[in-house]
């Protein structure tokens, strides 16, 4: 058994976690969530609209020892239990890396513990296997905050980036457009609620890059349609603001469906005789129904299996840092040595 402390601060949640492996057993093997502690900050940062980098790298100083404490007594161990501290070196806000990053570098030396450094994307990459027991290779969209990418993980440290955005990430996009309608922060659950009672039809925004060649995102054209449609009937009745929500909910499930549906057609062309080959959704968009229903569908009709693994695992965790630390010792590839760079945000 090893059992690996996960530490998750590239953005705005502090987050803690230890997961267990039997690392005995066969190709699959029953890896175990023994706590999983996320503290978000979204109050901090909401009278600003967004994230704040200053606010969200003070704030993990203060809350990390005791989320660490809160994640080990929730799992029922201590430090001399664990076999190794895992944190997120990056992509993310550089403040909040290093505060992790220094946190577990510390405490894995006060244990004698090897420091593994974890990609963030790497975490979102893998959380299937835990959470699911998924074979490689598979598809993975992640969808958050900071980024909107194709990915296909093919094993660990096996991945290759099929798409990304070429301006904003989808849950920008969602948070942009929230703020601009009045909506408060953070907007992709506000936006989904207010488009509950709109007409979907009342607005033609544009599906972005729908029918390109080229695999990748945009969403800063519906941004700006958006922008125009409000300013054209300002002020904005509450209708009006559901209508916009649900047209604007309506193309983005369009756009993400016709860029899904090249990468699912090109993962049929590299992998022919797979069986039920599966995609996989991560980040805080993947909540969102309209596109889980609208990403289901395209599933069904291209005999490929959804997999939505539970939201808390699907957002920012240790959990998925932790597991990645476990693949990584498990496959012989974890790099111990206390060398690392950091890494910043990127698309
Ligand atoms: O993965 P996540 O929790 O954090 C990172 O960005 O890494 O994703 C947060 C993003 C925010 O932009 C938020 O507005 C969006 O996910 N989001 C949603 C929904 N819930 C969260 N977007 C659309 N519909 C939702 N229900
Ligand atoms: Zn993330």
């Known amino acids: 058994m090893i059992r690996v402390l996960g530490i998750e601060t590239s953005c705005d949640e502090t987050a803690a976690s230890v997961v267990a492996f039997d690392s005995g057993a066969s190709e699959i093997r ?33 809350a990390l020892d005791g989320i660490v404490e809160a994640a080990l007594a929730d799992a029922g161990t201590d430090l001399s239990e664990i076999d190794a501290v895992a944190a997120t070196a990056g992509p993310g806000l550089v403040g909040g890396l290093i505060v992790g990053l220094m946190t577990a570098k510390a405490i894995a030396a006060a244990a004698g513990k090897p420091l593994l450094a974890i990609n963030h994307l790497e975490g979102h990459a893998l959380t299937a296997r835990l959470t699911d027991g998924l074979e490689f290779p598979y598809l993975l969209l992640l969808v958050s905050g900071g980024h909107t990418q194709i990915v296909r993980v093919a094993g660990v440290g096996d991945y290759q980036r099929w798409a990304t955005t070429i301006d904003d990430a989808l849950g920008e996009a969602f948070d942009k457009t929230a703020k601009m309608l009045g909506l408060p922060y953070p907007g992709g659950p506000n936006v989904e609620k207010a488009a509950e009672k709109g007409d979907a039809a009342r607005f033609a925004f544009p599906r972005p890059m729908k029918g390109a060649t080229q695999p990748d995102f945009s969403f800063s054209g519906l941004k700006t ?26 193309a983005v499930a369009d756009a993400l469906q016709d860029r899904v ?16 080959p599966a995609l996989v959704v991560a980040g805080g968009v993947a909540a969102n129904r309209t596109i889980k229903v609208a990403l289901e569908a395209l599933c069904r009709d291209a005999g490929f299996r959804f997999v939505a693994p539970p ?14 630390g476990i693949e990584r010792l498990s496959a012989g590839l974890a790099d111990t040595e206390n060398s690392f760079a950091f890494v910043p945000r990127s698309r």
């Open 261 to 276: 549906r090249r990468a699912l057609e090109r993962f049929r062309a590299e992998f022919p005789d797979m069986k039920a």
């Open 225 to 250: 349609a958006v922008r125009q449609a409000a300013s054209a009937i300002a002020p904005l009745t509450e209708k009006d603001v559901a209508d916009i929500c649900a047209s604007f909910q309506a």
């Open 30 to 62: 029953s890896p175990k969530i023994l706590s999983n502690t996320v503290l978000s900050q979204i109050a901090e940062h909401a009278a600003f609209g967004g994230v704040v980098p200053e606010i969200a790298a003070r704030a993990h100083v203060e």
């Open 311 to 324: 939201l808390k695992l699907c957002t920012d965790n240790a959990a998925m840092i932790a597991w990645a």
